[in-house]
């Protein structure tokens, strides 16, 4: 599976954004999906995942309530909408695949990654 992510940029605090992931090649909608993000000096920590038949999301307490991931399999494409931005969401944000059906929630339940987006959260 490739992916191509899409959408980062500048946000103001309290703000929102919306990131796009389009997968190609291997069967999209046979995988679970998830963002991670990065921040300088820190480890990729999933913000959010969706298992393969989005009827279940994973989302850690930092983004709980503002974030929202959704998915269409008809377009191999995932969604995350960000809400109530804070400058601490600032980070590069990644696109990953799962190597089977349930959300994930570590890298090591990542098969495939794409290339990261720049978030900057300021005002």
């Known amino acids: 599976v490739q992916l191509q992510a899409s959408g980062g940029g500048l946000g103001e605090p309290g703000g929102s954004l919306r990131l796009s992931c389009a997968a190609s090649?291997?069967?999209?909608?046979?995988?679970?999906m998830g963002w991670f993000r990065q921040a300088p000096g820190k480890g990729r920590a999933c913000v959010a995942s969706i298992n393969r038949s989005a009827t279940r999301t994973y989302y850690p307490d930092s983004v709980k309530g503002r974030f929202t991931i959704s998915r269409d399999n008809a377009k191999g494409t995932v969604y995350p909408q960000m809400n109530s931005l804070k400058p601490e969401d600032t980070a590069v944000y990644y696109c990953?695949?799962?190597?089977?059906?349930?959300?994930?929630?570590?890298?090591?339940?990542?098969?495939?990654w794409g290339k990261g987006t720049l978030v900057t959260v300021s005002s």
């Open positions: 990953a695949v799962g190597y089977g059906t349930a959300v994930i929630t570590t890298s090591g339940g990542v098969r495939n």
């Open positions: 090649g291997s069967t999209f909608s046979g995988y679970a």
